[in-house]
């Protein structure tokens, strides 16, 4: 079974819309750690947001926030006032420490979402 | 600012070559990773080192050797190229201990194998 679930291969909007990105996971460890990033068509992974398990608010960063719903284990990302900038890959992460050795808390990612804005 | 970087950036291999994928990370973490990314398959971990001395299997080991040379240094070595290793390449590094900060990634390898 996945650990990471991004149930959306590809998304569309319109510039300046906002966009919702899907993500669930799977963990039975009290304690865990949610990232998402972004990937240009560049290549490079650019670190977004993080929400950890015990945050009682939703993360934000500026037009990026984490729609946390810990009963229903899911992380969506929402992103407000989509830019063409933003038109990239998207993959939501997740580091839990039953999948962790010598200290080490390993990333473990989902399939990724596919975003294109719209002019 | 280097952060995690990673040498070289694209690669062209023969069938049956060798190559050894470099990355230095200067951010003084213990944990580095190497990830491979496909199309449709997000990233999968290789190979993982939690500190200078030890490496151990991720998701999709075969095919692969890793040396962890020092605390900057973890390499990643194919030994015999083959098409399905075709992909690119990710280093990452993060904090020991740690798991509310993110990884750091290298800038990719982007290997294909003829």
């Known amino acids: 079974a996945q650990k990471i679930t991004q149930t959306q291969p590809g998304m569309f909007v319109q510039e300046k819309e906002a966009v919702t990105l899907d993500c669930t996971y799977d963990t039975s460890d009290p304690s865990y750690g949610l990232f998402w990033y972004k990937q240009p068509s560049s290549g490079e992974m650019i670190f977004l947001i993080y929400?950890?398990?015990?945050?009682?608010q939703n993360a934000t960063e500026g037009r990026y926030s984490l729609n946390f719903q810990k009963a229903r284990k899911s992380a969506n990302l929402v992103i407000s006032a989509s830019q063409l900038g933003d038109s990239a890959m998207y993959f939501c992460?997740?580091?839990?420490?039953?999948?962790?050795?010598?200290?080490?808390?390993?990333?473990?990612f989902g399939r990724g979402t596919s975003l294109i804005v719209h002019p | 600012n280097a952060g995690v970087t990673q040498t070289p950036k694209f690669q062209v291999l023969k069938t049956g070559q060798s190559m050894t994928l470099q990355c230095a990370q200067d951010?003084?973490?213990?944990?580095m990773y190497w990830y491979r990314q496909d199309p449709g398959m997000g990233l999968r971990l290789i190979y993982y080192s939690a500190s200078e001395g030890t490496t151990d299997k991720g998701e999709v080991p075969n095919g692969y050797n890793v040396s962890r040379l020092n605390k900057r240094e973890f390499s990643l070595r194919l030994e015999s190229a083959a098409p399905s290793q075709t992909s690119v390449y990710f280093c990452?590094?993060?904090?020991?201990?740690?798991?509310?900060?993110?990884?750091?990634f290298g800038q990719g390898t982007r290997l294909t194998v003829v």
């Open positions: 992460a997740m580091r839990e420490a039953s999948h962790a050795s010598g200290g080490s808390y390993i990333p473990t």
């Open positions: 990452a590094s993060s904090p020991t201990g740690d798991m509310n900060t993110e990884a750091f």
């Open positions: 929400q950890g398990s015990y945050d009682q």
């Open positions: 951010m003084n973490h213990n944990s």
